[in-house]
């Protein structure tokens, strides 16, 4: 037995990290998984053969006395490409799951990349496993709500910030934020500002000191939360800490714009926080407020 070159069998798709949305299982055939992490959709075949045999899965031939000066040599001698159906089915398919994924926004990753082993002996069977990835949500783009929306929504809340509907656009505006998510931070952290620290600070987001940067807003430090003048200083800083620290990467060492990424630095669990509860109940208030829900 010999193992003979690599066969790319599909292109790269770009691939990140999100949460796990199904796994789908393609029979694929002869061979035996690797370790070696491979961030996209790749099946790397090693493509194998005993010796004398008639080339398989994709081999270019080489050159022999064989077959020099003797006529015409079969196809799969010139260079075509052969393949065995299982192993073209499973490409197909694979195919077919990313093109859909990418479609519908979603990401496709492979677990592993794989290896015909011959080695090990030719005719068993593998499954490179496949998982669809649910799409993140960014915070980034033109608003989805009006000022006057999102002044019915604090005024149906009781919120002491109500009639800031028009900062918190401007500001969304101004930063490329949708404000959709600014007013789902603030029910959150705060209940529209109607419970905790909030209530004193005036800080949409219940957020700590600030450094060098905010001056302009004016605010102090109290309780190790940054405490604000006025409400719309404390929306405003929101907006700039969101851009600066989390967009831009200021905070995070990289930039990052979706709330799956976000909220893991901005409430983590080691301050007790349930971080998949924040990220649920953020993009459930998204989701009512954009259906036109108070």
């Not at 069977?125 to 709500?145: D, N």
């Not at 450094?211 to 405003?236: Q, T």
Request: overall charge negative; glycine content about 10%.
């Amino acid at each position: 037995m010999r193992c003979i070159g690599w066969v790319s069998l599909l292109p790269a798709v770009l691939a990140k990290e999100a949460p796990t949305r199904n796994a789908v299982e393609t029979g694929a055939s002869t061979g035996q998984f690797e370790d070696p992490v491979f961030p996209a959709i790749a099946a790397l075949l090693t493509v194998c053969r005993p010796a004398g045999k008639p080339l398989l899965c994709g081999e270019f031939p080489r050159p022999d006395s064989s077959t020099q000066g003797v006529g015409t040599p079969p196809l799969h001698e010139r260079g075509v490409l052969t393949m065995k159906k299982p192993l073209l089915l499973a490409g197909l398919v694979v195919l077919v799951v990313a093109v859909l994924a990418e479609s519908l926004g979603m990401q496709v990753t492979a677990s592993n990349s794989m290896r015909l082993d011959c080695g090990a002996g030719c005719g068993k069977t593998s499954h490179l496993s496949l998982t669809i990835l649910a799409p993140e949500h960014s915070i980034l783009g033109k608003p989805t709500m009006s000022a006057a929306f999102i002044d019915r929504v604090l005024a149906a809340a009781h919120s002491p910030a109500a009639g800031s509907g028009q900062t918190f656009y401007d500001a969304g505006v101004t930063s490329g934020i949708d404000p959709a998510w600014s007013l789902s931070f603030f029910h959150h952290e705060s209940d529209d500002g109607t419970t905790g620290e909030a209530r004193v600070s005036l800080s949409m987001g219940n957020m700590r000191c600030l450094g060098p940067g905010y001056e302009d807003l004016h605010p102090m430090c109290r309780d190790n939360f940054a405490w604000f003048p006025s409400w719309k200083d404390g929306i405003v800083a929101w907006y700039c800490m969101m851009l600066n620290g989390y967009v831009r990467g200021g905070i995070t060492g990289s930039p990052c714009s979706t709330v799956e990424r976000i909220i893991p630095t901005y409430a983590p669990s080691s301050d007790g926080n349930d971080e998949q509860a924040y990220i649920n109940a953020v993009i459930a208030s998204v989701a009512a407020y954009r259906a036109g829900q108070v």
